[in-house]
């Protein structure tokens, strides 16, 4: 299946929606999409969109969800320092 997933500014995917849902909720428009995944942001007086919609491809949706649950671990560790994460000086 085909899927419209919506990844912040910091690149991590948020919501994902089949072609579908697509089609019924956003006129197949994946731009409508995106501005109804910032709204809530602009509203609270955010910067302009940071985001973006990418289309994957998933045999179903446990692979979906497998996506969801892999991806940001990289960085999740190098911030809240699992590693050696800080510069050094010489």
Same mark, same amino acid.
């Given at each position: &299946?085909?899927?419209?997933?919506?990844? +912040?500014?910091?690149?991590?995917?948020?919501?994902?929606?089949?072609?579908?849902?697509?089609?019924?909720? #956003? *006129?197949? +428009?994946? @731009?409508?999409?995106?501005?109804? &995944?910032?709204?809530? %942001? &602009? @509203?609270?007086?955010?910067? %302009?969109? &940071?985001?973006?919609?990418?289309?994957?491809?998933? *045999? +179903? @949706?446990?692979?979906?969800? +497998?996506? $969801?649950?892999?991806?940001?671990?990289?960085?999740?560790?190098? #911030? @809240?320092?699992?590693?050696?994460?800080?510069?050094?000086? $010489?």
């Amino acid at each position: &299946m085909i899927y419209h997933v919506y990844f +912040d500014r910091y690149r991590r995917p948020r919501r994902a929606i089949s072609e579908r849902e697509l089609a019924e909720n #956003y *006129d197949n +428009d994946s @731009e409508l999409f995106l501005r109804a &995944m910032e709204a809530p %942001q &602009m @509203e609270a007086g955010g910067a %302009q969109p &940071m985001g973006h919609v990418g289309i994957l491809r998933f *045999d +179903d @949706e446990k692979e979906l969800k +497998d996506f $969801f649950e892999a991806t940001g671990e990289e960085i999740v560790g190098f #911030y @809240e320092g699992h590693s050696e994460s800080r510069p050094y000086n $010489f």
